[in-house]
């Protein structure tokens, strides 16, 4: 017989390992507690973002991942936008920072730093009032998670024979056996992908690994008058300060202090400014960040609010009206990259992407895997 292997979460980091798995020829199957994946997974942008990486292996991970991205989404008839992104500037230390960037990036990252007028010709959405210039880079890629995310199991079970538990939320894992109640599975490695729920099976080691959650707000409007487009995925100054690709900049901290004095509150709620577009012409808008264990079950209107306010300083929408708010909650480990480590022999959690699932986790399950199996 074949190897066979078990994957827990159907959320990205569980997909893609399951894919990984596949391909290096197991049999595998995938359990989700829910009747479809409802988690941090379908919570985002839907963003494929690898300017934001830093260079080195993570900006490769990312490159990896989009690269599997376009394959899934070609042969999974899943809409993607390989739109690019422009990150917009209008002060001198915003656009000293891209600069910085630029030069540290050029030889090995398709990007530029464009005029305003360039900028504008890209975008019809950017604000044309104050702009400078802004950050082209051409290797981003919008999926709709909603969608993405629930069309990837007919998927990978078509071209795999990957199969799919939905509605079956494992209890307890011994000895390479997953327990559903009464029922029992057995494989010959479990990978564990369950996001900030593997606290339920392995609480010691949620405790003693530093994970933290994250709590983020998000808003969508309804689609544009006329399917009109926004371009590029669209972002400005505060975003530089979110991502490890802008560290090495050395204006960067400057920045960050003004920044603290001109809006605290941006910064005590982690909030930096981004938009993508899904195929149905709606706009997604985020996102804040507030860490803990515990987090308050309802979202505030001043954090959308905010989040709103700064959006009218670098984009312009004809129809700006929100259909849909949500939150999200994904782990976060501070320092890290990500959280591996196995339990007990053969059993695996993969965990703590902070956020960057989108855009690392096709990448990373290859990694994994590669080395593990």
């Given at each position: 017989m074949g190897k066979s292997a078990i994957v827990i979460g159907a959320g990205i980091v569980g997909l893609a390992t399951a894919r990984a798995l596949a391909e290096k020829g197991y049999s595998v199957t995938v359990f989700e507690r829910n009747e479809k994946a409802v988690g941090a997974s379908i919570r985002n942008f839907g963003m494929v973002w690898p300017v934001g990486q830093p260079l080195g292996f993570l900006r490769d991970?990312?490159?990896?991942?989009?690269?599997?991205?376009?394959?899934?989404?070609?042969?999974?008839?899943?809409?993607?936008n390989e739109v690019g992104s422009l990150l917009n500037v209008y002060q001198q230390d915003e656009l000293q920072v891209i600069e910085e960037f630029y030069a540290q990036n050029k030889e090995v990252h398709e990007c530029g730093v464009l005029s305003a007028e360039q900028t504008l010709a890209k975008s019809p959405a950017t604000n044309p009032n104050g702009l400078l210039a802004s950050l082209w880079s051409a290797t981003e890629i919008i999926v709709?998670?909603?969608?993405?995310?629930?069309?990837?199991?007919?998927?990978?079970?078509?071209k795999y024979g990957i199969k799919f538990f939905f509605n079956t939320a494992i209890s307890q894992i011994i000895e390479l056996k997953v327990y559903s109640g009464k029922k029992i599975w057995q494989a010959d490695m479990v990978f564990v992908c369950s996001g900030a729920d593997f606290e339920t099976l392995y609480p010691e080691i949620f405790l003693a690994s530093g994970i933290t959650?994250?709590?983020?707000q998000m808003l969508r409007t309804v689609p544009q008058d006329n399917l009109w487009q926004i371009g590029p995925a669209l972002s400005a100054g505060l975003t530089l300060t979110h991502y490890g690709a802008f560290v090495a900049c050395p204006s960067l901290a400057a920045l960050k202090n003004r920044y603290a004095q001109q809006y605290p509150e941006h910064v005590k709620w982690g909030i930096h400014v981004m938009i993508s577009q899904n195929g149905l012409s709606e706009v997604t808008i985020g996102d804040s960040h507030e860490y803990g264990l515990v987090?308050?079950?309802?979202?505030?209107?001043e954090i959308n609010q905010l989040i709103l306010d700064y959006l009218e300083t670098f984009v312009r929408l004809?129809?700006?009206k929100i259909a849909q708010t949500?939150?999200?909650?994904?782990?976060?480990l501070v320092g890290q990259t990500e959280f591996v480590t196995s339990p007990e022999s053969g059993v695996h959690i993969i965990n703590g992407l902070s956020g960057a699932g989108m855009t690392l986790s096709f990448g990373l399950a290859e990694e994994v895997v590669n080395r593990l199996a």
């Open positions: 991970r990312a490159m990896r991942s989009r690269e599997v991205w376009k394959q899934c989404a070609t042969e999974g008839k899943i809409w993607f709709d998670p909603r969608e993405a995310i629930a069309k990837l199991p007919e998927y990978l079970q078509q959650k994250c709590k983020l987090h308050d079950p309802f979202d505030r209107d004809p129809q700006p949500w939150n999200g909650i994904y782990s976060k």
